[in-house]
């Protein structure tokens, strides 16, 4: 028994783990300061720009254009019962081009969580899922990706968020905290979950950042043509893969 006025003593913890949150503070610090000097140039960048009336017209053509070409891909195309699908696993990515997009199709992107270009999620292939690609595919490429391509993305480019920050996955512990309510307490755990299309995905794939990929050696067109008639949107099926290693 120790004896009265003798210091309690603190409890040991490893020098590699101190480093390691170190690292995450710092980084977090870092992020947030990007974040901010990206949003104030923004800011700057958008003070000063005259368009002409000529620009206001055609952007709002195209938007209806879009937005009427949505209408028709509805109506004309059967989607097959998520079923008879390959797999249960979608990596859909947000490919290169315009900006100004019709309202709708930017509504269905932001609950996809695609805002920006080359970067991907995961989704679980279902009816609903399936029809919100429809509306918004001349803005994405999708497909099956197999094990090994889901293992490496989550490896090399995962992050996630806990307590709402984001932080690249260097610990167990961060997954642990953030998902182990759910029997998700390690990376594997938490690829198993994704590749398998388990019963927590959606819990492991909103703790997901979206991936931020990189731009590949041949920039994607972005010529609103299905892939299968030489474009480089919609669904590319097993053929994702391809583009997954060279985005990773």
């Known amino acids: 028994m120790a004896e009265e006025g003798t210091p309690k003593q603190l409890p040991y913890v490893r020098e590699t783990v101190l480093k390691k949150r170190k690292v995450n503070e710092e980084w977090a610090i870092k992020n947030r300061e990007r974040k901010a000097a990206k949003r104030q140039r923004r800011r700057d960048d958008g003070k000063g720009g005259i368009k002409r009336p000529e620009d206001f017209v055609r952007e709002f053509r195209d938007k209806e254009l879009d937005f009427v070409r949505m209408k028709t891909r509805l109506k004309v195309r059967k989607l097959p019962p998520a079923d008879s699908l390959n797999s249960s696993l979608v990596f859909v990515i947000r490919i290169p081009g315009t900006f100004n997009l019709h309202p709708h199709m930017r509504r269905i992107l932001r609950k996809l969580r695609l805002t920006q270009v080359l970067t991907g999620v995961f989704l679980k292939a279902n009816d609903a899922t399936m029809k919100k690609l429809l509306v918004v595919e001349p803005f994405i490429t999708y ?3 197999n094990l090994k391509n889901v293992k490496d993305l989550i490896y090399k480019k995962g992050r996630g968020f806990l307590d709402k920050e984001p932080l690249p996955l260097t610990s167990n512990d961060i997954i642990e905290k953030a998902l182990g309510e759910h029997g998700i307490i390690c990376l594997e755990d938490l690829v198993h979950e994704i590749a398998t299309v388990g019963p927590h ?23 609103k043509k299905p892939f299968k008639d030489g474009g480089d949107s919609g669904n590319r099926e097993d053929k994702i893969n391809e583009l997954i290693e060279k985005l990773n």
């Open 143 to 145: 497909g099956f990706p």
């Open 201 to 223: 995905f959606r819990e492991a794939s909103n703790f997901l950042m979206p991936l931020k990929l990189k731009c590949p050696e041949r920039r994607l067109q972005m010529k």
